[in-house]
C-alpha cells in the first residue's frame, strides 16, 4: 500500500506558474502510474495528466496540453505538476492518484492524495 501527500498549490493570477507535488511512501511510485486530477466547483473530478511507471510516457487532457507538464523523481519518490499559463477554469482541487496502470479514470486509481486547491484569478 501506498500513501499520497500532496503540497503546493494556492492562489495565482491568470498567466501564472504553480507547481504540485505528490510525496509517496510505504511503496515506491515506480511501481504505479501516476496521474493528477482535479475537481473544479460543483462538477466531477476529471482526468488531468497521467506518466507511466515503464518508460515515463506522458499523457494529458486536451484542456492543459501544452501548458501542463507532468514528471516523476523516482529517486526520491515525488510526482510533480507543472502547470504554466494558467487559466481561471483550471480553478479546481487537485488530486495525485497511483494505479497498476496510468489512472484516467477516478474508477482506475487505487490510491488518492489528499486534494490541494488551486485558485486562478483574473
Known amino acids: 500500500q501506498v500513501q499520497l501527500v ?3 498549490g494556492g492562489l495565482v493570477q491568470a498567466g ?4 504540485l507535488s505528490c510525496a509517496g511512501s510505504g511503496r515506491a511510485l515506480s511501481n504505479y502510474g501516476m496521474s493528477w486530477f482535479r475537481q473544479p466547483p460543483g462538477k466531477e473530478r476529471e482526468f488531468v495528466a497521467g506518466i507511466a511507471w515503464a ?3 506522458t499523457y494529458y487532457a ?3 496540453k501544452g501548458r501542463f507538464t507532468m514528471s516523476r523523481d523516482n529517486a526520491k519518490n515525488m510526482v510533480y505538476l507543472q502547470m504554466n499559463s494558467l487559466k481561471r477554469e483550471d480553478t479546481a ?3 495525485c492518484a497511483a ?11 487505487d490510491y488518492w492524495g489528499q486534494g490541494t486547491q488551486v485558485t486562478v484569478s483574473s
Open 93 to 95: 482541487v487537485y488530486y
Open 99 to 109: 494505479g497498476y496502470y496510468v489512472p484516467q479514470s477516478v474508477d482506475a486509481a
Open 6 to 8: 500532496q503540497s503546493g
Open 16 to 19: 501564472g506558474s504553480l507547481r
Open 62 to 64: 486536451e484542456s492543459v
Open 55 to 57: 518508460d515515463s510516457s
